[in-house]
């Protein structure tokens, strides 16, 4: 059998819709590979069970298993390093209930804030352990094979050409570019990402399901997986070379 990648989009906190994806996946061997394209944590009720949970299977599985950086895991980086309240404030971003994950706490109710206590260990991102803390700023920001290439967010522009992830560029911009432009006028080798979320993405051009803009949007070079998970969504993977999609909705 020829080696086979699975491309899995953001999970954000979402154990249960994790669970249901990876028991839809076909069983592997070691010449395939499992690529996670990041943001484990935020907004889901579970960004620890998530974290754990990819972390054991790059131990424990046969196949290559390469979990990317997302820009959630670079926030929390940034916390953790130098602070960063604009990244933890904002309720979208779903920190509060990444913290909640880990410190043990319910998942917070809409319009509640954490305490003063709970703040001061959010601010610090000290509920992280050392060795989440290593795997955490261990994990790189793409990855690249036969099949695609496979970044968190998007190719960066300059001089009129998107540049390869391995060119000399600011290495965050792989993981928070947003250009509608890269999804419609990028031409090259097929690449596959996440962050931008499928309903944001004009229908016309994908050649995936364009009647139903929840589910996966694959433009002519460009695959977008984001399909809404931890924010009432689904999770999707993707099966290259044979472009199977997985998803974990019923």
């Given amino acids: 059998?020829?080696?086979?990648?699975?491309?899995?989009?953001?999970?954000?906190?979402?154990?249960?819709?994790?669970?249901?994806?990876?028991?839809?996946?076909?069983?592997?061997?070691?010449?395939?590979?499992?690529?996670?394209?990041?943001?484990?944590?935020?907004?889901?009720?579970?960004?620890?069970?998530?974290?754990?949970?990819?972390?054991?299977?790059?131990?424990?599985?046969?196949?290559?298993?390469?979990?990317?950086?997302?820009?959630?895991?670079?926030g929390w980086i940034r916390v953790i390093d130098q602070g960063w309240p604009e990244f933890l404030l904002p309720a979208p971003n779903g920190c509060f209930a990444a913290m909640r994950s880990f410190t043990g706490g319910p998942p917070p109710v809409k319009g509640t804030f954490p305490s003063s206590e709970e703040w001061s260990v959010m601010e610090r991102g000290s509920f992280f352990s050392d060795e989440e803390k290593a795997w955490l700023k261990s994990l790189p920001y793409w990855y690249e094979d036969d099949h695609g290439i496979y970044v968190h967010a998007g190719l960066m522009l300059k001089n009129g050409e998107y540049l390869h992830p391995s060119a000399t560029q600011p290495e965050t911009a792989l993981l928070w570019t947003r250009s509608k432009a890269f999804f419609t006028d990028y031409r090259g080798k097929h690449v596959v990402v996440g962050h931008t979320k499928t309903t944001t993405l004009p229908q016309e051009l994908s050649s995936f399901t364009p009647e139903d803009p929840t589910d996966l949007w694959a433009g002519p070079c460009v695959t977008a997986i984001d399909t809404g998970s931890?924010?009432?969504?689904?999770?999707?993977?993707?099966?290259?070379?044979?472009k199977r999609v997985y998803e974990s909705r019923s």
């Fill in 1 to 74: 059998m020829a080696a086979r990648t699975f491309v899995i989009g953001d999970i954000h906190g979402e154990f249960e819709h994790l669970n249901r994806l990876l028991a839809k996946l076909p069983p592997v061997d070691a010449d395939d590979s499992i690529v996670f394209l990041g943001d484990y944590l935020d907004r889901g009720p579970d960004s620890k069970r998530v974290l754990h949970t990819v972390m054991q299977m790059e131990k424990t599985l046969p196949c290559h298993v390469f979990p990317l950086r997302g820009n959630h895991e670079d």
């Fill in 230 to 242: 931890g924010s009432g969504g689904f999770l999707t993977a993707l099966e290259l070379p044979s």
